[in-house]
T-cell receptor, first 116, second 113 residues
Framework: GAVVSQHPSRVICKSGTSVKIECRSLDFQATTMFWYRQFPKQSLMLMAT?????????EQGVEKDKFLINHASLTLSTLTVTSAHPEDSSFYIC????????????FGEGSRLTVL | GQQLNQSPQSMFIQEGEDVSMNCTSS?????WLWYKQDPGEGPVLLIALYKAGELTSNGRLTAQFGITRKDSFLNISASIPSDVGIYFC?????????????FGGGTRVLVKP
């Protein structure tokens, strides 16, 4: 399967600072990537669709100014949590569609954000 | 938004037992996927299903795409301790915009004490 890598895997930051999470497709190109947020013991919640070369598409209720997404190349999408607050603490996971069957998503390792 | 009903929410297994979980929806799906997530990790794709009635195996795992296209099940045979984790079903609905998957709530598989 396709390999998706995220960095950092864990990050702790102070309230009010911004944090950038990177998502890379290692052995394939991805014109689209998806960013999810996962709360403890819950399923994955889609935040936004990252589109290479154009603006991201955000799901209802997700603040685009809080969660900045940049998809600058066919192998890299970044999520920046701006002016982070403790309620932004969560597990953020990116994914990308493989080059095979429609619908198959391959996930990164996830990034645990803790805002103090 | 669209929901997939996944059951059971959690289950305890004893080594050697067979395990079964399923997902149902009121909508029709073109693709069913089963993922496993270990603590602190991203989900890993286990099995993908593309045709109604399709039965696919991956080692001790077997999954089926329901004939009605509204359900799928996953079986794990002869469970072992490393089968512990959270299993998610996911589907691509017929009218899914932007190829967005819908996820079930997850089945947490735990080892019997």
């Amino acid at each position: 399967g396709a390999v998706v890598s995220q960095h950092p895997s864990r990050v702790i930051c102070k309230s009010g600072t911004s944090v950038k999470i990177e998502c890379r497709s290692l052995d394939f190109q991805a014109t689209t990537m998806f960013w999810y947020r996962q709360f403890p013991k819950q399923s994955l919640m889609l935040m936004a669709t990252s589109n290479e070369g154009s603006k991201a598409t955000y799901e209802q209720g997700v603040e685009k100014d809080k969660f900045l997404i940049n998809h600058a190349s066919l192998t890299l999408s970044t999520l920046t949590v701006t002016s982070a607050h403790p309620e932004d603490s969560s597990f953020y996971i990116c994914s990308a569609p493989g080059t095979g069957h429609t619908g198959e998503l391959f996930f990164g390792e996830g990034s645990r954000l803790t805002v103090l | 938004g669209q929901q997939l009903n996944q059951s059971p929410q959690s289950m305890f297994i004893q080594e050697g037992e067979d395990v079964s979980m399923n997902c149902t929806s009121s909508s029709i799906f073109n693709t069913w996927l089963w993922y496993k997530q270990d603590p602190g990790e991203g989900p890993v794709l286990l099995i993908a299903l593309y045709k109604a009635g399709e039965l696919t195996s991956n080692g001790r795992l077997t999954a089926q795409f329901g004939i009605t296209r509204k359900d799928s099940f996953l079986n794990i045979s002869a469970s072992i301790p490393s089968d512990v984790g959270i299993y998610f079903c996911a589907g691509l609905a017929v009218k899914a915009a932007g190829n967005k998957l819908t996820f079930g709530g997850g089945t947490r598989v735990l080892v019997k004490p």
